[in-house]
């Protein structure tokens, strides 16, 4: 079946850092990769996505690579902020022909001042 | 517009008892779907409606969790008796079309359980 799996948390780091929070996925011909995001107190949102690949997904200064040969999504960002504090989830859909996302567990992000 | 709400946003019963939840998709999505996040583990799949239709119930645990969406607008998941285990957050996310996926699924803030 298909599974996301994310890096263990809590990612600790300080304001203006270079963020990277890895994601690996197992499924089915070819998934589409998201990357949401849970602020405090807030439902998921959509923050990235791509498709095929190869192809990068990028909002708010956030990047995420489709690699099929390592079969990984990983979030990257160069410069952290204190408002980028949050819990991360990697996801896929559309392998087997199934539109319901599949989740990682998350990642929780503290970025200190 | 208003977004998925979702109804209490935390909830402490004990062992036994009953708890009702409850979700407001957004107004015209047709899709809704119930997820649960146990702590520290993934968000895992629970059950889809399509309007009043369970199109999807593969990841219920058990018979003690019940959900229903008459009319086909808000829902309800409800546990009978609850256990220890099924503390956790419970999400809940609704979209207008199913080909929709994880690209326009908008998600409630969610209710978190606990049973003591």
């Known amino acids: 079946g298909n599974s996301v799996t994310q890096m263990e948390g809590p990612v600790t780091l300080s304001e203006e850092a270079f963020l990277t929070i890895n994601c690996t996925y197992t499924?089915?011909?070819?998934?589409?990769l998201f990357w949401y995001v849970q602020y405090p107190g807030e439902g998921l949102q959509l923050l990235l996505k791509a498709t095929k690949a190869d192809d990068k997904g990028s909002n708010k200064g956030f990047e995420a690579t489709y690699r099929k040969e390592t079969t990984s999504f990983h979030l990257e960002k160069g410069s952290v902020q204190v408002s980028d504090s949050a819990v991360y989830f990697c996801a896929l859909t559309g392998s087997g022909g199934s539109y319901i996302p599949t989740f990682g567990r998350g990642t929780s992000l503290i970025v200190h001042p | 517009e208003a977004g998925v709400t979702q109804f209490p946003s935390h909830s402490v019963i004990e062992k036994g008892q009953t708890v009702t939840l409850r979700c407001d998709p957004i107004?015209?999505?047709?899709?809704l779907y119930w997820y649960r996040r146990v702590m520290g583990k993934e968000i895992k799949f629970l059950l889809h409606f399509v309007k009043e239709s369970k199109q999807d119930e593969s990841g219920m645990p058990n018979n003690r969790f019940l959900a229903e969406r008459t009319g086909g607008t808000y829902s309800t998941l409800k546990v009978q008796p609850a256990e220890l285990e099924d503390s956790g957050v419970y999400f809940c996310?609704?979209?207008?079309?199913?080909?929709?996926?994880?690209?326009?699924?908008?998600f409630g803030s969610g209710t978190q359980l606990s049973v003591l």
């Open positions: 996310a609704s979209s207008q079309d199913l080909a929709d996926g994880g690209e326009k699924l908008f």
């Open positions: 499924a089915t011909g070819y998934p589409s």
């Open positions: 107004s015209g999505h047709d899709n």
